[in-house]
């Protein structure tokens, strides 16, 4: 029996499949379209070295045709297969992650306004906790305006001026950190 060198032992790794070769370009198709969902704000801050990319993106923006968009969103799908998609993933997974942070925040501070405006009087000692350099007596203001508009079945004014007030100590706040 003849000696088997290592080399032998290891096939050939067989190309991948039809299927495999289809999920990968509808994963570069997806990824495409997830670029032409960008502004052109957005769409510069993402690492795209191919100027055949960045057209194409620019010109489906502009097609309106369902058929014709799929058959462009394809020659997205094809110029990615030769450039390296992984730093493009990689922007577009942090641009999702900073807005998603954004929307949270927003949430949050939203809920300290209403938990603020539900303590009535007591709602200054709250933002107080929260924001240490925040004016009380302000505070307290637009938490007395705000039962007056209730009361008085009058718009939620007071309720937005102390929404922006919340936004700005947080902008400040978050600034000083």
């Known amino acids: 029996m003849p000696d088997r060198r290592e080399d032998d032992a290891i096939e050939?790794?067989?190309?991948?499949?039809?299927?495999?070769?289809?999920?990968?370009?509808?994963?570069?198709?997806?990824?495409?379209?997830?670029?032409?969902?960008?502004?052109?704000?957005?769409?510069?801050?993402?690492?795209?070295?191919?100027e055949r990319l960045l057209s194409a993106i620019?010109?489906?923006?502009?097609?309106?045709s369902n058929s014709a968009r799929k058959r462009h969103l394809q020659?997205?799908?094809?110029?990615m297969r030769n450039i390296d998609p992984a730093p493009i993933e990689q922007a577009l997974?942090?641009?999702?992650?900073?807005?998603?942070?954004?929307?949270t925040a927003f949430h949050q501070l939203e809920q300290l306004r209403e938990d603020i405006?539900?303590?009535?009087?007591?709602?200054?000692?709250l933002a107080m906790t929260r924001f240490p350099e925040a004016d009380r007596q302000q505070l307290r203001q637009v938490i007395l305006?705000?039962?007056?508009?209730?009361?008085?079945?009058?718009?939620?004014?007071a309720s937005r001026k102390l929404f922006r007030y919340l936004k700005e100590l947080q902008q400040s706040y978050g600034e000083s950190d």
Request: hydrophobic share 30%; with cysteine; proline share 7%.
């Open 12 to 50: 050939p790794q067989d190309p991948p499949s039809k299927s495999a070769r289809k999920r990968q370009m509808l994963g570069l198709q997806a990824v495409g379209e997830s670029l032409l969902s960008l502004n052109d704000n957005q769409l510069s801050k993402i690492p795209i070295d191919d």
């Open 58 to 64: 620019r010109e489906c923006r502009q097609i309106r």
């Open 75 to 79: 020659l997205i799908g094809k110029i």
């Open 93 to 103: 997974a942090a641009l999702h992650n900073t807005k998603q942070e954004s929307t």
């Open 117 to 125: 405006l539900a303590a009535g009087a007591e709602g200054a000692e």
């Open 145 to 157: 305006q705000h039962h007056r508009e209730v009361q008085g079945h009058k718009p939620p004014s």
